[in-house]
């Protein structure tokens, strides 16, 4: 349902980000910025802009006051996230991640062979600890000034890191954690930690003793900063994932003052600790919701050291009014969790989280209908799953209905519900940037049934759909070229720019 590119690949993704720059720049999709620019505000208008056509990613050389690059917008497009993985398509990626999460014990020679290969594959691309790495070419006392972190909004209070991979480990299993949490400027040496209630980052914040440390890497290669972004389920080390899906293993080195390893081939990194009870008021911020999430108490982050390769690059990102650039992070992520939700749900068929919901309001799910009330059991079992339980609205169609065409799935909502019979109203809990929950993240939920309906749900008899027979389809487009008329009338039912794929 996804477009598929001409990806240039070898085998392995970039490994680090200045490869993966160089990759962006040949194939057209980066352009170099030498004016000097702002942190304030103004690189924000001009990304805002790009991003909204469709535009390059972004590397600024000269942000002001800052002796570091900026890249921004590298997730951008669909291409761009095809490239990072170096695969035609993101299914691709998704069947990539799901072969390696779904190894059984084979059941004849030939399914033993291929579990071997796949087994290699994965102990080949395990982490690799190594004595030293370019993220620690230069080892200075911390001081963020030296950075250009971005004040992305009229309103937000403080700069913003905004694309950091953020590393703690389970203060009881010892259990690694990889995510991506915003981090607001208090000054040269602290933060402070957006760790939201439902997040593993939070998880370990509530089970510390007095002291957790936490590193931070910015600048990884796409693909591990990507993973950060993931919601994995808690025992699952992100980069594990990572060496297997770049096809090389992820080389780490040990911090120089807490008790982590990091990602060796980062641009920079952050060390440092969050004390027990240490909290501050974080926020407001411009967040992907559209809308400035609140000031809320978060933990403080001090640091202790700060690392880097020589000419460090500061990645960023915005978000903001959908779409943003984190708009082609969560599609992906749409993507990889496809496989999984299968295995726990065989009927469904696919699935979409429209960007306009901010990947946390709605999701529309196709499904293979197997006995009466199996909608309803579809949309109560998303609201079981994972974080998939914070979605606010769920909407079932038919599996003949493709879930990416929004003007499909609108036709079936309003031919085929009944108010009265086919909206279930529950609640539980939401995302705790949803500003329109009731309580705190806690408020009502929506389900729509828009399958069609069976005598044995409690309906009269359902009515044809309208469907040309194959016969007289295969007659047109066999003939399409003597009608005269063009190729425009003849397409696929999806417009050749995708838009309604999912973006809006």
């Given at each position: 349902?996804?477009?598929?590119?001409?990806?240039?690949?070898?085998?392995?993704?970039?490994?680090?980000?200045?490869?993966w720059i160089e990759l962006l720049r040949r194939e057209g999709e980066l352009i170099d910025v030498k004016?000097?620019?702002?942190?304030?505000?103004?690189?924000?208008?001009?990304?805002?802009?790009?991003?909204?056509?469709?535009?390059?990613?972004?590397?600024?050389?000269?942000?002001?006051?800052?002796?570091?690059?900026?890249?921004?917008?590298?997730?951008?497009?669909?291409?761009?996230?095809?490239?990072?993985?170096?695969?035609?398509?993101?299914?691709?990626?998704?069947?990539?991640?799901?072969?390696?999460?779904?190894?059984?014990?084979?059941?004849?020679?030939?399914?033993?062979?291929?579990?071997?290969?796949?087994?290699?594959?994965?102990?080949?691309?395990?982490?690799?600890?190594?004595?030293?790495?370019?993220?620690?070419?230069?080892?200075?006392?911390?001081?963020?000034?030296?950075?250009?972190?971005?004040?992305?909004?009229?309103?937000?209070?403080?700069?913003?890191?905004?694309?950091?991979?953020?590393?703690?480990?389970?203060?009881?299993?010892g259990e690694r954690n990889l995510g991506m949490y915003r981090m607001q400027k208090i000054d040269a040496?602290?933060?402070?930690?957006?760790?939201?209630?439902?997040?593993?980052?939070?998880?370990?914040?509530?089970?510390?003793?007095?002291?957790?440390?936490?590193?931070?890497?910015?600048?990884?290669?796409?693909?591990?900063?990507?993973?950060?972004?993931?919601?994995?389920?808690?025992n699952v080390d992100e980069l594990v994932i990572a060496g297997y899906l770049r096809g090389a293993p992820?080389?780490?080195?040990?911090?120089?003052?807490?008790?982590?390893?990091?990602?060796?081939?980062?641009?920079?990194?952050?060390?440092?600790?969050?004390?027990?009870?240490?909290?501050?008021?974080?926020?407001?911020?411009?967040?992907?919701?559209?809308?400035?999430?609140?000031?809320?108490?978060?933990?403080?982050?001090?640091?202790?050291?700060?690392?880097?390769?020589?000419?460090?690059?500061?990645?960023?990102?915005?978000?903001?009014?959908?779409?943003?650039?984190?708009?082609?992070?969560?599609?992906?992520?749409?993507?990889?969790?496809?496989?999984?939700?299968?295995?726990?749900?065989?009927?469904?068929?696919?699935?979409?989280?429209?960007?306009?919901?901010?990947?946390?309001?709605?999701?529309?799910?196709?499904?293979?209908?197997?006995?009466?009330?199996?909608?309803?059991?579809?949309?109560?079992?998303?609201?079981?799953?994972?974080?998939?339980?914070?979605?606010?609205?769920?909407?079932?169609?038919?599996?003949?209905?493709?879930?990416?065409?929004?003007?499909?799935?609108?036709?079936?909502?309003?031919?085929?519900?009944?108010?009265?019979?086919?909206?279930?109203?529950?609640?539980?809990?939401?995302?705790?940037?949803?500003?329109?929950?009731?309580?705190?993240?806690?408020?009502?939920?929506?389900?729509?049934?828009?399958?069609?309906?069976?005598?044995?749900?409690?309906?009269?008899?359902?009515?044809?759909?309208?469907?040309?027979?194959?016969?007289?389809?295969?007659?047109?487009?066999?003939?399409?070229?003597?009608?005269?008329?063009?190729?425009?009338?003849?397409?696929?039912?999806?417009?050749?720019?995708?838009?309604?794929?999912?973006?809006?």
């Open positions: 349902m996804y477009n598929s590119y001409q990806i240039p690949t070898n085998g392995t993704s970039a490994q680090d980000l200045r490869t004016a000097q620019v702002d942190p304030f505000l103004e690189i924000t208008e001009i990304v805002d802009r790009t991003i909204r056509t469709g535009g390059p990613a972004l590397l600024f050389h000269h942000p002001r006051k800052s002796a570091h690059p900026l890249l921004i917008n590298q997730f951008g497009t669909e291409r761009r996230m095809c490239l990072a993985f170096g695969e035609p398509n993101l299914d691709a990626v998704a069947r990539k991640l799901h072969e390696m999460t779904s190894l059984q014990p084979p059941q004849n020679f030939s399914e033993q062979m291929r579990g071997m290969g796949k087994l290699r594959r994965l102990l080949d691309t395990q982490p690799q600890l190594v004595s030293k790495g370019p993220c620690q070419e230069l080892v200075l006392e911390p001081n963020l000034d030296l950075l250009p972190i971005q004040h992305c909004w009229p309103d937000d209070p403080a700069p913003f890191i905004t694309l950091p991979a953020v590393i703690t480990k389970n203060p009881r299993t040496q602290t933060t402070f930690m957006h760790w939201q209630i439902h997040k593993d980052g939070a998880t370990d914040w509530r089970g510390m003793s007095e002291r957790l440390d936490v590193a931070v890497a910015l600048g990884c290669d796409p693909i591990t900063t990507y993973l950060a972004t993931v919601p994995f389920p808690r992820l080389e780490l080195v040990k911090a120089k003052t807490v008790d982590l390893e990091v990602p060796a081939s980062a641009e920079i990194i952050l060390e440092g600790y969050i004390t027990r009870g240490e909290l501050g008021i974080e926020g407001p911020f411009g967040d992907h919701t559209g809308y400035y999430s609140a000031a809320e108490p978060f933990p403080v982050f001090h640091l202790t050291c700060m690392t880097m390769r020589r000419d460090a690059i500061y990645p960023s990102i915005i978000v903001g009014l959908p779409p943003a650039e984190d708009a082609w992070l969560g599609k992906t992520t749409e993507r990889l969790f496809l496989p999984m939700l299968r295995m726990s749900m065989p009927e469904v068929v696919d699935y979409d989280l429209p960007v306009a919901g901010a990947f946390q309001h709605c999701a529309i799910v196709s499904v293979k209908k197997a006995y009466p009330g199996h909608a309803k059991k579809v949309i109560h079992a998303i609201w079981g799953m994972g974080l998939l339980s914070l979605i606010k609205s769920v909407v079932v169609v038919d599996e003949f209905i493709n879930v990416h065409n929004y003007e499909q799935v609108f036709f079936q909502v309003c031919a085929n519900v009944d108010p009265k019979r086919d909206i279930l109203l529950s609640e539980g809990p939401l995302d705790q940037l949803d500003h329109s929950a009731v309580l705190y993240c806690y408020g009502g939920k929506l389900g729509i049934d828009a399958t069609h309906k069976w005598t044995s749900e409690g309906v009269r008899e359902w009515p044809k759909r309208i469907e040309m027979s194959a016969e007289v389809r295969n007659l047109v487009d066999q003939r399409w070229d003597e009608y005269g008329i063009g190729a425009a009338a003849g397409q696929d039912e999806l417009p050749p720019d995708g838009i309604r794929r999912g973006l809006f």
